[in-house]
């Protein structure tokens, strides 16, 4: 590795299991000291945790068990990072929860579950990041970083799943939003939208049904890996994304070009 993250600090939720946790190696491998943020340290997939993995390697990690849709948790998971690190110079915004149902199916909960978790998250997440990365000094041009992984059905329909979906058009609305309204203060947002990718995680996802219709979608001969996601999400953390904010970067294999 190249070390494109040396000493930056970086804060990743959903960093235990899936795209979070390819994430969190990534960018560990490139050197970056990072506080890992989720619900709880087991990997969904299965595997020595990510923290364990991570801390055997070598790789300066922490944890801070979060709820991201809670407002104390976030401020606390932002104050933890500073306090072991100096500073906070990246945001991952990768938590996310769906409930594989459609309008008629999802109940109220449900619908408040995913909104609170998928989109008052990043809105929770952020807004303690951008506070905290408005009093820090600028560096390579920037204050800090905020990456967050939206989805291919932020922009077009996800079937069976109104909740999601609605929550991943917001997070790419929001994107836009911090981008705009912080570009003037050296705060940088970007975001990855994955298509289908294969992390290994139980569920509705694996189904064969979702697997047949994903394949007949994406033109490349592949379905996505945790690690495609987390190569771009490199780059967008990384200082070689110069003057550009407000992006949202597929990672979809050609889906949405099709």
């Given at each position: ?147 967050n992984i939206s989805s291919q059905h932020g922009m077009i329909a996800c079937p069976e799943d109104i909740a999601y979906g609605t929550s991943k058009a917001g997070v790419v609305y929001m994107t ?83």
């Amino acid at each position: 590795m190249t070390g494109r993250l040396a000493n930056k600090s970086i804060l990743i939720t959903g960093a235990s299991s899936g795209i979070g946790r390819a994430i969190a190696r990534r960018f560990a491998a490139e050197g970056a000291r990072l506080m890992l943020a989720d619900l709880t340290p087991e990997v969904r997939e299965g595997g020595i945790p990510t923290l364990e993995l991570l801390r055997a390697e070598g790789h300066d990690v922490a944890f801070v068990q979060i709820d991201v849709a809670s407002e104390d948790d976030t401020e606390r998971a932002v104050r933890q990072t500073v306090d072991a690190f100096g500073r906070l110079d990246v945001l991952v915004n990768d938590a996310a929860i769906g409930t594989g149902k459609r309008l008629t199916d999802t109940s109220l909960q449900e619908w408040e579950r995913t909104m609170a978790v998928n989109l008052t998250g990043v809105f929770l997440m952020s807004r303690a990041a951008a506070r905290q990365m408005l009093t820090q000094e600028v560096r390579n041009e920037t204050r800090g970083r905020i990456v967050n992984i939206s989805s291919q059905h932020g922009m077009i329909a996800c079937p069976e799943d109104i909740a999601y979906g609605t929550s991943k058009a917001g997070v790419v609305y929001m994107t836009r939003q911090i981008a705009a309204d912080y570009a003037g203060d050296y705060i940088i947002c970007n975001a990855v939208a994955p298509g289908k990718i294969i992390t290994g995680k139980p569920g509705r996802a694996n189904e064969p049904r979702w697997m047949e219709y994903s394949q007949r979608r994406t033109p490349m001969p592949r379905l996505g890996r945790p690690d495609d996601v987390a190569n771009a999400a490199l780059f967008l953390a990384s200082d070689e994304a110069t003057f550009m904010t407000g992006e949202n970067l597929l990672v979809d294999g050609g889906w949405m070009a099709a």
